[in-house]
């Protein structure tokens, strides 16, 4: 499969509100007008990077991660968390997912950070999975979702 990574800027905020909405309803939630305007000020304000899968043959994304700068006061590196990482349901087990990973790592190495890091939920083990298999090692619990993170 053709797949193609493309950072979203500002401007094209809302070729990925239908996948944010959609990673909402994944946990059971749903406002598409808060998926338009959380990435467009996300991006306006400069707090996060978006990046969007696309299949060579459909200017529809398939999925998309939302990295969050991470800050430290014991360190000077801005690091990042991964905030939403979302493949559609029949693009998933392709390797999508581990693509927008591979991308936000090669982000964070490139900017300079000592690690990444997201959340998952304690029963998405096939989320779980992925992460490990990319080589994140879980820190932590708390309320419902696996902390984890990647030293990069």
Do not use: C
């Not at 000020?41 to 998309?64: D, T, W």
């Amino acid at each position: 499969m053709d797949i193609e990574i493309k950072k979203i800027n500002f401007s094209e905020n809302e070729i990925v509100t239908e996948l944010f909405n959609k990673y909402q309803i994944f946990y059971k939630q749903s406002n598409i007008e808060l998926a338009k305007t959380y990435t467009k000020e996300r991006l306006e304000k400069n707090e996060a990077q978006i990046y969007a899968a696309f299949k060579k043959e459909n200017p529809n994304p398939v999925g998309f991660t939302l990295l969050y700068p991470k800050s430290s006061f014991v360190s000077t590196k801005k690091n990042w968390h991964i905030g939403y990482l979302f493949v559609e349901i029949d693009q998933r087990k392709k390797g999508i997912g581990q693509r927008l990973i591979n991308t936000a790592l090669n982000f964070a190495k490139n900017e300079g950070a000592n690690f990444i890091s997201l959340n998952t939920e304690t029963d998405n083990y096939p989320a779980q999975k992925l992460y490990e298999n990319i080589g994140f090692v879980k820190e932590g619990y708390f309320s419902g979702y696996l902390y984890y993170q990647l030293n990069l």
